[in-house]
Protein backbone atom coordinates (compact mmCIF):
# COMPACT_ATOMS: atom_id res chain seq x y z
CA UNK A 1 0.00 0.00 0.00
CA UNK A 2 1.45 3.22 -0.96
CA UNK A 3 0.71 6.01 1.60
CA UNK A 4 0.19 9.76 0.68
CA UNK A 5 -1.73 12.18 2.25
CA UNK A 6 -5.25 11.40 1.36
CA UNK A 7 -4.33 7.99 2.62
CA UNK A 8 -7.48 7.74 5.14
CA UNK A 9 -6.49 6.89 8.85
CA UNK A 10 -8.59 3.86 9.55
CA UNK A 11 -6.00 1.68 6.95
CA UNK A 12 -3.13 2.59 9.19
CA UNK A 13 -4.09 2.05 12.62
CA UNK A 14 -5.27 -1.81 11.81
CA UNK A 15 -1.26 -2.59 10.98
CA UNK A 16 0.31 -2.32 13.89
CA UNK A 17 4.05 -1.41 12.64
CA UNK A 18 1.97 1.91 11.10
CA UNK A 19 0.23 2.31 14.39
CA UNK A 20 3.98 2.26 16.43
CA UNK A 21 5.46 4.46 13.86
CA UNK A 22 2.45 7.20 14.26
CA UNK A 23 3.12 6.90 18.29
CA UNK A 24 6.56 7.82 17.79
CA UNK A 25 6.31 10.63 15.89
CA UNK A 26 4.00 11.86 18.34
CA UNK A 27 0.35 11.94 16.33
CA UNK A 28 -2.01 11.81 19.40
CA UNK A 29 -5.38 9.87 17.55
CA UNK A 30 -3.60 6.42 18.15
CA UNK A 31 -4.61 7.00 21.51
CA UNK A 32 -8.29 9.23 21.09
CA UNK A 33 -11.05 6.82 20.86
CA UNK A 34 -12.74 9.09 19.05
CA UNK A 35 -10.26 9.11 16.18
CA UNK A 36 -11.02 5.63 16.12
CA UNK A 37 -14.52 6.14 15.66
CA UNK A 38 -13.99 8.25 13.29
CA UNK A 39 -10.75 7.02 11.11
CA UNK A 40 -12.91 6.13 8.18
CA UNK A 41 -12.90 9.57 7.42
CA UNK A 42 -9.69 11.48 8.41
CA UNK A 43 -6.94 11.76 5.89
CA UNK A 44 -3.52 11.48 7.60
CA UNK A 45 -2.43 15.15 5.49
CA UNK A 46 -5.22 16.85 7.69
CA UNK A 47 -4.51 15.20 11.06
CA UNK A 48 -0.71 15.93 10.49
CA UNK A 49 -1.94 19.31 9.79
CA UNK A 50 -4.33 19.75 12.66
CA UNK A 51 -1.19 18.51 15.14
CA UNK A 52 1.54 20.75 13.20
CA UNK A 53 3.38 17.01 12.08
CA UNK A 54 5.72 16.98 9.00
CA UNK A 55 3.52 14.47 7.01
CA UNK A 56 6.30 14.35 4.29
CA UNK A 57 8.72 13.09 7.23
CA UNK A 58 5.81 10.96 8.62
CA UNK A 59 4.67 9.74 4.87
CA UNK A 60 8.35 8.89 3.81
CA UNK A 61 8.61 6.97 6.62
CA UNK A 62 5.55 4.81 7.06
CA UNK A 63 6.08 3.88 3.19
CA UNK A 64 9.90 2.96 3.90
CA UNK A 65 9.06 0.99 6.52
CA UNK A 66 5.79 -0.51 5.88
Known amino acids: MKITKKTKLDKLLKNK ?16 PFARFEAGELELGEV ?3 YGIDSGKLIKTLNKNL
Open 48 to 50: CDK
Open 17 to 32: KAEKILMEQGLPCVFC
